[in-house]
């Protein structure tokens, strides 16, 4: 791989592994099966330049900040680097989010370009908030029909210039990417991404699970994915490996590219994690008993002799047929995004399968600890990786305190926000707000969070007040969201819910039709943000001079209450 | 030319199949999440289903945020 501690950014370690491994093959892209594309580091290279000349041509520079909205596919890494070869900042945006949530970010991030995809762009520019981006000049789509109207965009595929544009360097400190890790309803945490942040960060993970040229990572979580970005993006390229781009996650085609392309590494949320599992244990349990025996007795020698690290040719050798549907050539699966059970990490290495599984979030840079599989432990998110000091602040008697953590790979601070900046990093440590302990071999276990939020199995973090501007105008005297985990923690990170507490007017009843309206409300909700339960509290919430709700108070108060009985369905 | 109410009541009876739930059992304004109690990658099976039934391409951002039947029938019949 590159030795990035020569390098001062992210566009400059790009650009330096193109000239590198011209030859090798960079990138795949497939849609439901059929291959679109397939580049060569060289070839890469003479589709993305031009558009950093285009850049260029319209006045982009050090400072300027563009937005990506795509789905997983290789335009996003090609818009990418040429943002990165410009100097600029990347605004990397989830698909996902509603249009609305969209043009707020844009707005927020002071975004001057767009690069999105022509059929997200059709929603965006039907939506009204639109007109609150003013600064966002140009818009580029890309695989807009022929006859299409564009509402304004330019087709990405014609923004081309020539000759080569200069390369504009970056400093370390300098930052590469504006990463939204939550906050469209609340205040928007745009977390300020240094190019040492990711420079780092690559150094550490590539240092426990290296990359190398012939490598094939299989990317199916979008690159505006924290994880996605540094491992299946920013570390095979600096390593000269292969991404594999598939445009859908409809779990027949994941399936399917593993054989395929015979892949190496990928990264998944816990939820695709587990719907592979489930894949698979209804193929064993539709084998006759005497095999299913047999594979149970296989999958038992296999477990006692990969105890104390992984043999894949051993595990490749006793279950052929299990690693076959994978290709063959799979190292490990990385698992993040959210906690993961452990009887599911354990599901796949006693088939020989390892599972990287870790924890880590946006602000500290993605990872901060990762299993090193010597030995594989389910029970924990493993240790720290290179360069990360972690310590746990106020333990109580049985160890467990706030996750903190100090490195070069935590963010520089949060866009506009230098209070809440203030509060997360304290005298260079990051509070995670994750409660957790070391045991005596140096795993973290994590026990839940202090935060009021919860992260679901796709790996999307929802703070609770995010999603309160969905019940405003709700008919009661008050209403507030927690998780309920805030509220009674249960020293777990599976099935977070959120929780829905309203107040009622005096003399108001709770009617079939304020059920009905509460449910309307929440079904607006994209799936997973909504609320899971409510909760009816008879007294007035604590409040504050300026009448705003006083929400640890009441957690507080709540929490002295029975969970089981106080949480009604929606 | 399908009605939207054929494509509708189409959709309810592949996804009736698809998840055994009792026939009939499924409407249009309910919310396939909680009524069928699946994830977004069991509604993303859903629609690949629903793709080959109807021959057509549905991308995936397309029906993002859709959770009803109703919605979701109106996507399916645009592209008809």
Not at chain 1, 178 to 194: E, H, Q
Not at chain 1, 347 to 364: K, Q, R, S, W
Request: proline fraction near 5%.
């Amino acid at each position: 791989m590159l030795d990035l501690r020569n390098y001062n950014s992210v566009g400059e370690a790009l650009r330096d592994a193109l000239e590198t491994w011209p030859d090798k093959l960079c990138l795949i892209e497939s849609d439901r099966g059929e291959e679109k594309l397939r580049l060569s580091y060289q070839e890469f290279k003479k589709v993305a330049l031009p558009l950093a000349k285009a850049f260029e041509d319209l006045g982009i520079g050090p400072g300027d900040r563009l937005s990506i909205i795509m789905t997983n596919q290789s335009k996003w890494l090609i818009s990418a680097y040429a943002i990165f070869f410009c100097g600029a900042t990347l605004v990397p945006l989830d698909f996902k989010l509603k249009p609305e949530e969209h043009w707020q970010l844009l707005k927020h991030s002071n975004a001057r370009i767009l690069i999105t995809e022509y059929g997200i762009w059709r929603q965006l520019a039907a939506s009204p908030g639109r007109a609150n981006a003013t600064n966002l000049k140009v818009v580029l789509a890309t695989e807009a029909p022929a006859n299409a109207d564009l509402g304004g965009a330019l087709r990405w595929e014609e923004a081309r210039g020539a000759p080569a544009p200069a390369f504009v360097p970056r400093s370390k400190q300098d930052v590469a990417c504006i990463v939204y890790s939550s906050g469209t309803g609340g205040t928007p945490k745009g977390c300020l991404m240094t190019h040492e942040n990711y420079l780092e960060q690559c150094m550490s993970l590539t240092a426990v699970y290296p990359f190398w040229p012939g490598v094939k990572y299989l990317s199916i979580l979008p690159t505006n994915h924290a994880i996605d970005f540094m491992v299946g993006f920013f570390g095979p390229f600096t390593c000269g490996a292969a991404v594999v781009h598939l445009r859908t996650l409809r779990p027949e085609y994941v399936r399917e590219a593993f054989p395929k392309y015979e892949i190496t590494y990928v990264s998944l949320v816990p939820l695709v994690l587990k719907n592979l599992q489930k894949g698979l244990q209804a193929r064993f349990d539709a084998l006759p008993p005497a095999k299913r025996r047999v594979l149970e007795a296989v999958r038992n020698i296999n477990r006692a002799l990969t105890r104390d690290h992984p043999r894949l040719w051993l595990s490749r050798s006793l279950l052929g047929q299990v690693h076959s549907a994978f290709g063959g050539k799979l190292e490990a699966i990385i698992v993040g995004g959210a906690f993961t059970e452990p009887q599911t990490l354990q599901f796949f290495y006693d088939l020989g399968i390892p599972v990287a599984n870790g924890y880590g979030l946006t602000e500290a840079g993605t990872a901060v600890t990762v299993n090193d599989l010597k030995p594989f432990r389910a029970d924990t998110v493993g240790k720290p990786l290179p360069g990360m000091e972690v310590e746990i602040r106020n333990p109580d008697v049985e160890g467990i305190g706030e996750v903190t953590v100090r490195s070069k790979t935590v963010m520089a601070g949060y866009l506009n926000e230098p209070e809440l900046t203030a509060e997360t990093i304290v005298d260079g440590w990051l509070r995670t707000g994750d409660m957790g302990r070391f045991d005596s071999q140096g795993h973290l276990q994590l026990f839940g969070r202090k935060k009021n939020m919860i992260v679901t199995e796709e790996g999307k973090n929802v703070y609770a007040e995010d999603v309160e501007q969905v019940f405003e105008g709700l008919r009661a005297k008050e209403f507030c969201v927690f998780a309920a985990n805030y509220v009674w923690p249960l020293r777990s990170m599976v099935n977070e819910k959120l929780i829905l507490v309203i107040h009622l007017e005096p003399g108001q009843a709770f009617t079939d039709e304020l059920k009905a309206e509460i449910a309307a409300r929440n079904s607006r909700l994209i799936n997973y943000k909504r609320v899971h339960g409510l909760v009816l509290y008879h007294e007035d919430f604590p409040l504050t001079a300026s009448l705003k709700i006083k929400r640890n108070e009441l957690a507080q108060r709540l929490g002295a209450l029975e969970r089981e009985h106080s949480i009604l369905p929606i | 030319m399908r009605t939207i109410e054929q494509t509708t009541q189409e959709i309810l009876q592949l996804a009736t199949q698809q998840f055994k739930v009792p026939a009939g059992s499924l409407a249009p304004e309910d919310d396939f999440y909680k009524k069928l109690g699946i994830d977004s990658l069991q509604a993303l099976e859903m629609l690949s289903r629903l793709e080959n039934h109807f021959k057509i391409e549905l991308p995936d951002y397309e029906v993002q945020g859709v959770n009803d039947f109703k919605t979701l029938a109106e996507r399916i019949q645009a592209r008809l």
